[in-house]
């Protein structure tokens, strides 16, 4: 068996900043993990990639390509188009290796994976290679400065993880960049409470406009009653620790390793 972080979310969530720590606390207790950038158009991390998909296509050179004449936007899903179609590369750099543990730092174009089909073939084919692929989605914290960006990133977050169709753990990243008020103000967000959400919107000139159409939004949040949040401290070392076990129990990480029995070793003292 194999498994796979597949980081994922807006731009500016910090997913690279992620991948960088997730490494750094691999290394500093010893785990084996490999990295792999598959944001074409990436233009610096503070980690080095095993396996950079750049090296098969980055969005500089589509652009600058005449013959297709793209954007950013439409550059960047043309290279994740390319990379689908060309998942053979992927084996190769992959390898075959039993037990091999991945974070895949991904672009931050939303669509990519709440109705586009690229991202999903990509996990077809990684749970075809045996892997159990775990979605980790970042959301800045700033998503939670109100009641609406809330309701918007949260069913931005649940059709992911519709399309996806694969464990999902849900991240607020940057809490390091709040103040202690602030961090105790965030678990009213933690869980999503709908009668919190209605009353907090109803505080509004747009909640009283809108109600109906906030009451709707927020009914297929609390209908479906799959969201939740993580909130990860880059600079609390145990944050980013409960994190990984969080991601390692949704993909049963280490369940297949051999469990050592210490029993028969501390009888066989005693009799000795």
């Known amino acids: ?119 999903r073939r990509l996990v077809d084919h990684l749970q075809h290679l045996n892997f159990r692929v775990c979605a980790v989605f970042l959301l800045d914290v700033q998503a939670i400065t109100d009641a609406a960006k809330f309701i918007g990133s949260t069913l931005t977050s649940l059709s992911a993880m519709v399309q996806l169709e694969v464990p999902h753990v849900n991240v607020f990243t940057k809490l390091d960049l709040l103040d202690q008020e602030a961090k105790e103000e965030l678990h009213s967000f933690f869980d999503v409470d709908p009668l919190h959400l209605s009353h907090q919107l109803k505080s509004t000139g747009f909640g009283s406009k809108f109600s109906s159409l906030n009451n709707a939004l927020i009914s297929v949040l609390d209908n479906y009653s799959m969201v939740q949040y993580y909130g990860l401290d880059m600079s609390d070392e145990d944050s980013i620790r409960d994190l990984t076990v969080m991601v390692d129990n949704a993909i049963q990480f280490g369940e297949d390793a051999d469990v050592k029995d210490t029993y028969e070793d501390n009888f066989n003292d005693d009799d000795s």
């Open 1 to 119: 068996m194999r498994y796979c972080q597949l980081v994922i979310g807006p731009a500016g969530s910090g997913k690279s900043t992620y991948c960088s720590n997730l490494a750094r606390h691999c290394e500093d207790i010893k785990r084996p993990i490999r990295m792999l950038n598959l944001d074409p158009a990436a233009e610096y991390f503070d980690y080095s990639p095993e396996v950079d998909v750049r090296d098969l296509v980055s969005l500089d050179d589509v652009m600058e390509d005449e013959e297709v004449s793209f954007g950013p936007n439409g550059g960047l899903v043309f290279c994740m188009e390319f990379i689908v179609e060309n998942l053979q590369w992927l084996d190769e750099q992959l390898g075959d290796y039993e037990d091999d543990y991945w974070a895949i730092d991904c672009p931050g174009q939303i669509e990519l994976y709440t109705h586009l089909g690229v991202m």
